[in-house]
């Protein structure tokens, strides 16, 4: 099975726009979390869909969003980009099968700069 | 809420030695914990996965203990290779959560 996808790898972009990523799971897995990862942060919860709904949400502003499509593909988009923003984002999936907890896979993430 | 810390944050240790990594949750009400591998600038990469009700998990080298009432996890890892310096990551996946949250890693590097 082809691993978890995520489209663009780098980005550069400048205070105030705004992105977009995108997300591709597992063959057959519904549900697809995202997280930022940053130096003095850490790795932190953004927000999990499954079967196209969101189902949990971490403790980010609102101009991070996200959703999912009937396929599982996730995206997730930040508007009024901030220089804070500047992180490895990470999406994983799962299968989901027997109520929460099974092991999520990662794919390589998209390293965002703001400039 | 939730804080998982791992104890040190960096270790280098001489190839072929074994070595341990610790990891400490707060809160006991987990489903699972897992253990994930991270190379720079890469993705993660899960090692093992323990549920809440096992002690142990076993894969190859690595060995991962769960103790879920004092809130401990360690991660043993056998007869080290330079391919193994990595930072590791451990993550507990709370009950009635959806998320994993994340330790703050430890940096492994093991020389030849």
């Known amino acids: 099975k082809a691993g978890v996808t995520q489209t663009p790898r780098y980005l550069i972009k400048t205070r105030g726009q705004q992105v977009t990523l995108s997300c591709s799971p597992i063959s057959g897995h519904r549900s697809v979390s995202w997280y930022q990862q940053t130096p003095g942060q850490g790795l932190q919860f953004l927000f999990e869909y499954f079967s196209e709904t969101q189902r949990n949400k971490g403790n980010f502003p609102g101009r991070f969003s996200g959703r999912q499509f009937s396929n599982s593909r996730s995206e997730m988009n930040v508007s009024t980009l901030e220089l804070g923003d500047s992180a490895l984002y990470l999406c994983?999936?799962?299968?989901?099968?027997?109520?929460?907890?099974?092991?999520?896979?990662f794919g390589p993430g998209t390293r965002l700069l703001v400039l | 809420k939730q804080e998982v810390t791992q104890i040190p944050a960096a270790l280098s240790v001489p190839e072929g030695e074994n070595l341990v990594l610790n990891c400490s949750f707060t809160d006991s009400a987990i489903y699972n914990l897992q253990w994930f591998r991270q190379d720079p600038g890469k993705g993660l990469t899960s090692l093992l996965l323990i549920q809440s009700s096992q002690r142990e998990q076993t894969s190859g080298r690595l060995n991962a203990s769960l103790d879920k009432s004092s809130g401990r996890s360690t991660l043993y890892i056998a007869a080290s290779q330079p391919g193994d310096s990595a930072t590791y990551l451990c993550a507990v996946y709370e009950t009635g959560a959806n998320n994993l949250f994340f330790g703050t890693g430890t940096r492994l590097t093991v020389i030849p």
């Open positions: 994983a999936s799962s299968s989901h099968v027997y109520g929460g907890g099974e092991t999520q896979y």
